[in-house]
């Protein structure tokens, strides 16, 4: 295995590793929302990318309603279930 003839110093080493820094992201405003994004990507918060709704995004409301809706058919399939088998 070989050996380095001369010791680095740590600055020299720290100059070597200075370009590993880490860089901030750049983001731009939606057009649509006004949100914070980043470029040529679909915005997360409305969907729409170039002026076109791309995604279409459901509001939280909406994301909670159907999840109670997606519960309540499961249970009454459940119950449906449960009644066809003692008959």
Not at 32 to 44: A, G, N, S
């Amino acid at each position: 295995m070989s050996v380095p003839k001369k010791h680095k110093t740590s600055s020299a080493r720290n100059r070597g590793r200075s370009h590993r820094a880490l860089k901030k992201k750049q983001t731009i405003e939606c057009p649509k929302c006004k949100k914070p994004m980043l470029p040529h990507r679909v915005c997360k918060n409305c969907g729409y990318y170039n002026g076109e709704e791309v995604i279409k995004i459901k509001t939280k409301l909406d994301k909670k309603k159907s999840k109670k809706e997606e519960k309540k058919e499961s249970r009454d399939n459940a119950r449906n279930k449960k009644k066809e088998a003692k008959q």
